[in-house]
């Protein structure tokens, strides 16, 4: 793991690696002579980038290819589907359904309320009226 004195340096060196202008590489120099962490870090960079330019260069196999261009007929395919061309309005249609769904849920809840309050009401009137009785 490559570790740098401060970020400020992460970000110098990396520039340097990818961009060596020689403003930078001066800069970069500067530090190293005194920074050890960073110089360690820069060592094992380069080191990995020789080792990764030495890698034979390979193509990817047939079957490779053959798979991709599957994968990708088949994105294309899914794409081209009315649910992913209109998924906007799909969108939008269905928040339109749940919402109206929900308030027509909370109405006829309430509507069952206020049903079994008048039946209860209208019970209550049709009950023959008890009399009190009164003790002797
Ligand atoms: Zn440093």
């Not at 939008?92 to 206020?114: D, H, P």
């Amino acid at each position: 793991m490559s570790a740098f004195c401060s970020e400020y340096w992460e970000k110098k060196v990396g520039n340097f690696l990818n961009n060596p202008s020689l403003a930078v590489k001066n800069d970069v120099q500067d530090h190293i002579r005194t920074c050890l962490i960073c110089r360690q870090s820069l060592d094992e960079m380069m080191g990995m980038r020789r080792l990764l330019k030495n890698l034979p260069d390979t193509e990817p196999g047939e079957e490779f290819e053959h798979n991709l261009n599957r994968r990708i007929q088949f994105i294309r395919r899914d794409r081209n589907r009315p649910m992913y061309r209109y998924f906007e309005y799909f969108n939008i249609l269905f928040t339109v359904l749940i919402g109206s769904m929900i308030v027509l849920l909370f109405f006829l809840f309430s509507q069952i309320l206020e049903n079994i309050e008048k039946k209860k009401l209208e019970e209550e009137r049709s009950a023959p009226k008890q009399e009190m009785i009164l003790p002797d």
